[in-house]
């Protein structure tokens, strides 16, 4: 980030935004600042005008805990006072559902002066649907990435915690906001600055953008049997075309029965249950976080028909799809 200071950042906030997120990407430039004894950045937030309440001067944006921001509106992606060198979009609940024609015109405007364009959290939906991470590397909340990956299939997508792939960059949400900034803090100013940053936070360490953000089941299950977390990869690489329990037993190096007493034993239930409720876990996450419809869910998680899946999800959670759905 070594350019012109004080460095202007602007975060959009979208309804139902991270404040966690926001406050860690914010907060690591404040630190900055102080460390370096200068206005190395200067921030604002930024928001759609529809967004922003109905009083005179707004009442501010909601985010995922119901507190209130005061934000400066867009205007259409007019200039604004300061254009911002970094602008992220910094999501949260229901950000995949969300679109604004502001954001869009100056996203592409921020495009055109060549700045750094990024999201924060769920805050990638937007971003990409702007067709601003086509030919980069992204990534996005780990709750989020079927959603995300049904519904923008030719993007490079990744699980790591950030990407910062030449003028773009994504991250998690949560606490890997702040290391996204400490990076760019490190790219700018070095390593003893952001270490300093850093320890401000008691942050014993700048976590890489290449660390994965999510421990999937196969391994959590690692530590306890190798077989098993094998078995388990498989069936999460195979969700849309579900294999059979003896074909996953084979690629595991066991047999059916061995497979099925390793499943009783560390998961109290057999391959198949285990196998079935991965497949409907993740169709209530397309259920909640994408507008596919019901039968294309069933398909893309391996169920006959919409009413297959209905019949499953029912069993599981105790609701309809369309129930479900309404419910988030």
């Given at each position: 980030?070594?350019?012109?200071?004080?460095?202007p950042?602007?975060?959009f906030l979208?309804?139902?935004?991270?404040?966690?997120?926001l406050?860690?990407a914010?907060?690591a430039?404040?630190a900055a600042n102080?460390?370096l004894?200068r206005?190395?950045?200067?921030?604002?937030?930024?928001?759609d005008?529809r967004?922003?309440?109905?009083?005179?001067?707004?009442?501010?944006?909601?985010?995922s805990?119901?507190?209130?921001l005061p934000?400066?509106p867009?205007?259409?992606?007019?200039?604004s006072?300061?254009e911002?060198?970094?602008?992220?979009?910094?999501g949260?609940?229901?950000?995949?559902?969300?679109?604004?024609a502001?954001l869009?015109?100056s996203?592409?405007?921020?495009?055109?002066?060549g700045?750094?364009i990024?999201?924060?959290?769920?805050?990638?939906?937007p971003?990409?649907a702007a067709?601003l991470?086509d030919g980069?590397?992204?990534t996005i909340h780990w709750?989020?990435?079927?959603a995300?990956r049904?519904?923008?299939?030719?993007?490079d997508i990744?699980?790591?915690?950030?990407?910062?792939?030449?003028?773009?960059?994504?991250?998690?949400?949560?606490?890997?906001?702040?290391?996204?900034?400490?990076?760019?803090?490190?790219?700018?100013?070095?390593?003893?600055?952001?270490?300093?940053?850093?320890?401000?936070?008691?942050h014993?360490?700048?976590?890489?953008?290449?660390?994965?953000q999510?421990?999937t089941?196969?391994?959590?299950?690692?530590?306890?049997n190798r077989h098993?977390?094998?078995?388990?990869?498989?069936?999460e690489?195979?969700l849309?075309?579900?294999l059979?329990?003896?074909?996953?037993?084979?690629?595991?190096?066991l047999?059916?029965?061995?497979?099925?007493?390793?499943?009783?034993?560390h998961?109290?239930?057999?391959p198949g249950?285990?196998?079935?409720?991965?497949?409907i876990d993740?169709?209530?996450?397309?259920?909640?976080q994408?507008?596919?419809?019901?039968?294309?869910?069933?398909?893309?998680?391996?169920?006959?028909?919409?009413s297959?899946?209905?019949?499953h999800?029912?069993?599981?959670h105790?609701?309809?799809?369309?129930q479900?759905?309404?419910s988030?």
């Open positions: 980030m070594a350019m012109r200071e004080p460095v950042v602007e975060f979208v309804p139902g935004f991270s404040l966690l997120a406050s860690c914010v907060d430039l404040r102080l460390v004894g206005r190395a950045y200067d921030w604002r937030l930024m928001a005008p967004d922003l309440g109905d009083s005179p001067s707004g009442d501010g944006v909601p985010s805990s119901h507190i209130r934000a400066e867009l205007q259409d992606g007019s200039a006072a300061a911002p060198a970094l602008f992220a979009v910094v949260g609940q229901r950000s995949h559902t969300y679109k604004s502001a869009d015109a996203l592409a405007r921020a495009a055109g002066r700045a750094r990024g999201s924060v959290s769920d805050g990638a939906f971003v990409a067709g991470f980069y590397r992204s709750k989020c990435l079927d995300y049904e519904r923008f299939p030719g993007l990744r699980t790591s915690i950030f990407e910062i792939d030449r003028n773009r960059f994504s991250c998690a949400g949560g606490t890997t906001s702040l290391d996204l900034m400490l990076t760019f803090v490190m790219a700018a100013h070095g390593a003893e600055t952001a270490s300093l940053v850093a320890e401000n936070y008691v014993d360490r700048i976590r890489e953008a290449a660390q994965e999510h421990v089941a196969a391994i959590r299950m690692a530590g306890r098993l977390a094998d078995a388990i990869l498989l069936m690489r195979h849309e075309d579900p059979p329990v003896d074909r996953i037993a084979d690629a595991a190096g047999s059916g029965r061995q497979l099925t007493r390793l499943f009783r034993s998961l109290r239930q057999p249950r285990f196998y079935l409720d991965l497949r993740r169709a209530a996450s397309l259920l909640r994408t507008g596919m419809s019901v039968s294309e869910i069933a398909v893309a998680c391996g169920f006959q028909s919409a297959h899946l209905g019949r999800l029912k069993r599981r105790g609701t309809t799809p369309g479900w759905r309404r988030a």
